[in-house]
Each structure stands twice: as C-alpha cells, then as structure tokens.
C-alpha cells in the first residue's frame, strides 16, 4: 500500500477503482483539524484532470507501471499508431488520450510508452525536444523597444511557440515540452 506522505508527481495510483496520475499534490496542515492533501489527479484512461482531497496518511493500492520504447509511426485522425522495437507488434492508442505528448514526438521517432497494468495509456517524451522552424516571419531590426520581442513559429511537428526575433525559418530551437516555450537555438 502507499500512503498519502509517499505521494510523488508522477505516481500512479487506484482511487475507488479507477488508475489516476498524480499531476500536483500539496499537504495542508490546519491550524485546527487533522491534516489533509489536495491533489490534481488525472485518469489514465480519458485523461480528464480532477481535484481531490484526502485525509492524511490514507492508503491506496500502488499500481504496476513501466515504460517501453517504441517508434511513433503516425496519428490518424482518432489513433496514435505505434510499434514495439523488438517484437514488431503494432499497436493503437486512442488519440485523445496522448494528444499532449504526441505534439512534441515526429513520425519514426522512438518514445516511451507507458504501460499502467499492462495496458497502453501514456506517452512519455523528454522534458526538452530539438525541432526545425518550418514557419515564422522574418524578424524586423527595430521592432522592439527593448532589444527583446517574439514572434510566433511552427514547428515541423505542426505545433507553435514563442521564438525570439533573431530565429529564422530552417534554424533547430530546443523548446521546453512541459510548458511549450522556447529554450535555445539548437
């Protein structure tokens, strides 16, 4: 069992049957009362993101989880389709459910899947992903009073982020895929 001040972001664990990540936690200690832990869960089966609260030192079944790597192949429209490095086994997962992840991951490129009980539900990609500016506005001298200023760029994956002025079409930027902003030029 893994009790509530065992609790790390990331974790997974069984909540009246059903498997949640934990996403935030916080412990509260009241001035009055017993101590409590908010939390920020979200199932793994939809991906829906929800707010709880237990008491402290509640108990919950672990839950089994692990990571295998394998090759993004393409999204369709409603799948993500992957395959197994070593058995060559093809498998699906629902698009909805990965639409995060799948934003920063190019066709052909290795990820993590993470299994929870033996099932496919979550991508893991890096904290950090290298990309090709295919779109952006050149960057005029002089459009900034500061000497600072962005711009919008897409990405070759399709997605977009604030770039500084200074980054050009074809040029490599490293954007951070927690929070989806600009880190450096690659």
Same mark, same amino acid.
């Given at each position: ?31 009055? &009362? ?12 939809? &991906? ?8 402290? &030192? ?18 369709? &429209? ?109």
């Amino acid at each position: 069992m893994i009790s509530t001040n065992q609790f790390k972001n990331g974790t997974h664990i069984e909540v009246d049957g059903t498997v949640f990540k934990i996403v935030e936690f916080q412990h509260v200690k009241p001035g009055k &009362g017993g101590a409590f832990v908010r939390t920020k869960l979200k199932r793994t089966n939809d &991906g829906a993101v929800i707010d709880k609260t237990f008491r402290a &030192g509640e108990k919950f079944r672990p839950i089994r989880t692990e990571a295998r790597k394998m090759q993004f192949l393409y999204a369709d &429209g409603s799948d993500a389709h992957l395959m197994d490095l070593e058995t060559y086994d093809q498998l699906t997962i629902p698009e909805e459910q990965v639409r995060e992840p799948l934003k920063w991951v190019l066709p052909s490129e290795e990820v993590d899947v993470l299994y929870v009980d033996e099932q496919p539900t979550d991508l893991q990609v890096p904290s950090a992903v290298e990309m090709a500016v295919e779109e952006t506005e050149p960057g005029v001298k002089g459009d900034t009073a500061s000497g600072g200023g962005d711009k919008p760029a897409k990405l070759e994956s399709g997605v977009t982020v604030r770039v500084p002025l200074f980054v050009n079409e074809g040029d490599r930027v490293r954007v951070d895929t927690r929070s989806g902003e600009y880190v450096s030029r690659a």
